[in-house]
T-cell receptor, first 114, second 110 residues
Framework: GNSVTQMEGPVTLSEEAFLTINCTYT??????LFWYVQYPGEGLQLLLKATKADDKGSNKGFEATYRKETTSFHLEKGSVQVSDSAVYFC?????????????FGRGTSLIVHP | ETGVTQSPTHLIKTRGQQVTLRCSSQSGHNTVSWYQQALGQGPQFIFQ???????GRGNFPPRFSGLQFPNYSSELNVNALELDDSALYLCASSFNNEQFFGPGTRLTVL
């Protein structure tokens, strides 16, 4: 079956540090890949997505590139802020019997200190 | 444009009871998905409805059931509640394979 593996957290950084959160996946077919962010007490918000190999998704300074050869979709940001503190989920959506079945990773908590 | 809303926000039940959770989709979205998110875990896909019919199901027992209405709002029903059903239940409506999540319902089973 499909699966998503994320690096374990928490990831603790100082403000303006460089961020990488690793994500690898296993899927049949050609999935779409997503990063979601969840702030405390809230639902998930789509951060960025990529729908085919070599696509780069970007939003709010975050970027991730769909790497089919390494089945990866690592999240990066050049300079994190305290307000980026949240839980980040990598996810894929793959076709299954006429519908798209989503699979999420376990989430990586990011803590940014001033 | 109104986002995805869920009710109630919090709910406490006891083992063996039944519960109904509700979700209103974002305007124009005809697909809704339900997820269970245990503490410290990622969301687990329960099922998806498209135009009032179940259109995909995750690895959940039949006591988890759902409905989608003509206005695309949805219900999640869970029968014979177990302690392990305690979780945040998320609803997401989708358009063009992009999902928009509600804030969730926190269910506690005692």
């Amino acid at each position: 079956g499909n699966s998503v593996t994320q690096m374990e957290g928490p990831v603790t950084l100082s403000e303006e540090a460089f961020l990488t959160i690793n994500c690898t996946y296993t899927a049949t077919g050609y999935p779409s890949l997503f990063w979601y962010v969840q702030y405390p007490g809230e639902g998930l918000q789509l951060l960025l997505k990529a729908t085919k190999a070599d696509d780069k998704g970007s939003n709010k300074g975050f970027e991730a590139t769909y790497r089919k050869e390494t089945t990866s979709f690592h999240l990066e940001k050049g300079s994190v802020q305290v307000s980026d503190s949240a839980v980040y989920f990598c996810a894929l959506s793959a076709p299954s019997g006429g519908s798209y079945i989503p699979t999420f990773g376990r989430g990586t908590s990011l803590i940014v200190h001033p | 444009e109104t986002g995805v809303t869920q009710s109630p926000t919090h709910l406490i039940k006891t083992r063996g009871q039944q519960v109904t959770l509700r979700c209103s989709s974002q305007s124009g979205h005809n697909t809704v998905s339900w997820y269970q998110q245990a503490l410290g875990q990622g969301p687990q896909f329960i099922f998806q409805y498209y135009r009032e019919e179940e259109n995909g199901r995750g690895n959940f027992p039949p006591r988890f059931s759902g409905l989608q209405f003509p206005n695309y709002s949805s219900e999640l029903n869970v029968n014979a509640l177990e302690l392990d059903d305690s979780a945040l239940y998320l609803c997401a409506s989708s358009f063009n394979n992009e999902q928009f999540f509600g804030p969730g319902t926190r269910l506690t089973v005692l």
